[in-house]
Protein backbone atom coordinates (compact mmCIF):
# COMPACT_ATOMS: atom_id res chain seq x y z
CA UNK A 1 0.00 0.00 0.00
CA UNK A 2 1.09 3.54 -1.07
CA UNK A 3 0.62 6.66 0.97
CA UNK A 4 1.31 10.24 -0.20
CA UNK A 5 0.44 12.89 1.80
CA UNK A 6 0.53 16.51 0.80
CA UNK A 7 0.69 19.47 3.63
CA UNK A 8 0.13 23.27 2.85
CA UNK A 9 1.93 25.50 4.92
CA UNK A 10 0.50 28.91 5.55
CA UNK A 11 3.06 31.52 6.76
CA UNK A 12 1.98 33.82 9.35
CA UNK A 13 4.96 35.72 11.46
CA UNK A 14 4.74 39.48 11.66
CA UNK A 15 6.93 41.43 9.64
CA UNK A 16 8.63 43.81 11.01
CA UNK A 17 12.16 44.87 8.82
CA UNK A 18 15.05 45.96 10.91
CA UNK A 19 15.29 49.59 11.49
CA UNK A 20 17.17 51.52 9.09
CA UNK A 21 20.15 53.51 11.39
CA UNK A 22 18.34 57.00 10.86
CA UNK A 23 15.18 55.92 12.73
CA UNK A 24 16.95 54.06 15.11
CA UNK A 25 19.08 57.37 15.71
CA UNK A 26 15.94 59.09 15.85
CA UNK A 27 14.32 56.83 18.10
CA UNK A 28 17.22 57.23 20.82
CA UNK A 29 16.96 60.85 20.91
CA UNK A 30 13.22 61.17 21.07
CA UNK A 31 13.39 58.86 24.07
CA UNK A 32 16.45 60.96 25.86
CA UNK A 33 14.37 64.32 24.93
CA UNK A 34 11.38 62.55 26.73
CA UNK A 35 12.73 61.28 29.94
CA UNK A 36 14.56 64.80 30.48
CA UNK A 37 11.42 66.49 30.16
CA UNK A 38 9.37 63.83 32.02
CA UNK A 39 7.89 64.63 36.06
CA UNK A 40 6.96 62.15 37.96
CA UNK A 41 3.79 62.68 39.71
CA UNK A 42 4.09 62.69 43.92
CA UNK A 43 2.60 59.36 45.29
CA UNK A 44 -0.29 61.12 47.16
CA UNK A 45 -1.55 62.68 44.52
CA UNK A 46 -1.50 59.26 42.12
CA UNK A 47 -3.20 57.38 45.30
CA UNK A 48 -5.87 60.21 45.62
CA UNK A 49 -6.81 60.46 42.12
CA UNK A 50 -7.38 57.07 41.56
CA UNK A 51 -9.29 56.53 44.96
CA UNK A 52 -12.57 57.07 43.60
CA UNK A 53 -12.58 54.61 40.87
CA UNK A 54 -11.37 51.55 43.25
CA UNK A 55 -14.19 53.04 45.37
CA UNK A 56 -16.63 52.50 42.05
CA UNK A 57 -14.97 49.16 41.49
CA UNK A 58 -15.60 47.83 45.09
CA UNK A 59 -18.84 49.30 45.14
CA UNK A 60 -20.51 47.54 41.68
CA UNK A 61 -18.32 44.60 41.16
CA UNK A 62 -16.98 45.66 37.26
CA UNK A 63 -13.37 45.38 36.84
CA UNK A 64 -13.38 48.82 35.62
CA UNK A 65 -9.18 48.38 35.38
CA UNK A 66 -9.72 45.56 33.16
CA UNK A 67 -12.58 47.47 31.20
CA UNK A 68 -10.29 50.21 30.55
CA UNK A 69 -7.33 48.09 29.35
CA UNK A 70 -9.52 45.71 26.72
CA UNK A 71 -10.79 49.36 25.52
CA UNK A 72 -7.31 50.96 25.55
CA UNK A 73 -5.71 47.62 23.41
CA UNK A 74 -8.79 47.60 20.92
CA UNK A 75 -8.53 51.22 20.43
CA UNK A 76 -4.54 51.04 19.81
CA UNK A 77 -4.94 48.40 17.49
CA UNK A 78 -7.47 50.42 15.53
CA UNK A 79 -4.90 53.04 15.30
CA UNK A 80 -1.78 50.66 14.47
CA UNK A 81 -4.18 49.44 11.38
CA UNK A 82 -5.01 53.26 10.33
CA UNK A 83 -1.50 54.36 10.75
CA UNK A 84 1.58 54.13 8.01
CA UNK A 85 3.62 52.98 11.05
CA UNK A 86 5.31 50.29 12.17
CA UNK A 87 3.00 47.47 14.40
CA UNK A 88 3.95 44.22 15.96
CA UNK A 89 0.02 43.75 15.29
CA UNK A 90 0.69 44.24 11.38
CA UNK A 91 0.57 40.57 9.29
CA UNK A 92 1.45 40.63 5.78
CA UNK A 93 -1.00 41.81 3.87
CA UNK A 94 -1.02 38.47 1.74
CA UNK A 95 -1.15 34.92 2.39
CA UNK A 96 2.04 33.03 1.58
CA UNK A 97 2.16 29.44 0.92
CA UNK A 98 5.15 27.02 0.41
CA UNK A 99 4.90 25.40 -3.12
CA UNK A 100 7.66 23.04 -4.15
CA UNK A 101 8.75 22.89 -8.19
CA UNK A 102 10.25 19.57 -9.90
CA UNK A 103 13.47 19.15 -9.77
CA UNK A 104 13.21 19.23 -13.84
CA UNK A 105 11.67 22.97 -13.82
CA UNK A 106 7.91 21.31 -14.04
CA UNK A 107 4.63 21.34 -12.38
CA UNK A 108 4.38 23.39 -9.12
CA UNK A 109 2.70 21.34 -6.41
CA UNK A 110 2.26 21.10 -2.28
CA UNK A 111 5.24 19.92 -0.04
CA UNK A 112 4.35 15.95 -0.14
CA UNK A 113 6.14 12.73 0.90
CA UNK A 114 5.54 9.13 0.87
CA UNK A 115 4.63 7.26 4.27
Do not use: C, M
Not at 20 to 45: C, F, G, V
Request: proline share 8%.
Amino acid sequence: VRVVASLLVERLPQVVPADPPWRQEYLSWSHALKNARRNPLPETLASQALEPVAKADREDGLDHARVAEVERKALEAIEAAEADDRSLLKFPAERLFLLLQDEAGGAWRLPEAEL
